[in-house]
C-alpha cells in the first residue's frame, strides 16, 4: 500500500495506478527478485482476493517468512514460490519511501495532495459530542 500512496500523493491527479506504482517501486526499491511488475500483482492479490498468487506473476506465487534463529530466508525461490521474509521486505519498503520523502520536499504535487491525507484528530467528533474527548481518524 505505501508505494501506492506515494504515487497518488506525487501524482498530478492525486491518484495511483498500475503504470505509476511499477515506476515508483522500480525507482526506490532494491530487491533482487521481486520487481515492481510482481510487487503490483502482490499488492492486488493481497488487498482484494486476501491471496498471495496471481496469474499474471513472473513466478507461481508469494511465501513470506518470519525471521527465526535456525535459519533466516529472504529472496529465494522455492518450487516457484519466491520467499520473502516479511521483516526485511518492510524494512526494504520503509528505506524506499524514505528516500522518495526526501525528494519530495519541493514537489508541488506533494504539498497539495498531502493535505488531503488521511490523520489523527485528538478530538474527532468535537461538533457532535461536547465535553468527552473522542481521538478520531479521518
Not at 519541493?106 to 498531502?114: C, D, E, G
Amino acid at each position: 500500500m505505501l508505494p501506492s500512496i506515494c504515487c497518488a500523493l506525487q501524482s498530478a491527479n492525486g491518484e495511483d495506478s498500475e503504470p505509476k506504482y511499477i515506476r515508483w517501486y522500480d525507482r526506490f526499491i532494491k530487491d533482487l527478485f521481486l520487481k515492481g511488475k510482481d510487487c503490483y500483482k502482490l499488492r492486488c492479490s493481497l488487498l482484494h482476493q486476501g491471496k498471495t498468487k496471481h496469474k499474471n506473476l513472473s513466478f507461481s506465487g508469494f511465501r513470506f517468512s518470519y525471521p527465526s534463529k535456525k535459519l533466516d530466508l529472504h529472496n529465494n525461490n522455492f518450487g516457484g514460490d519466491i520467499n520473502l521474509n516479511i521483516v526485511y521486505f518492510c524494512e526494504n519498503m520503509l528505506t524506499g519511501v524514505n528516500k522518495w520523502l526526501n525528494e519530495m520536499e519541493n514537489n508541488s504535487n506533494y504539498k497539495a495532495n498531502i493535505q488531503g491525507i488521511i490523520k489523527t484528530h485528538r478530538d474527532g467528533f468535537g461538533d457532535f459530542i461536547k465535553g468527552i474527548r473522542i481521538p478520531a481518524i479521518y
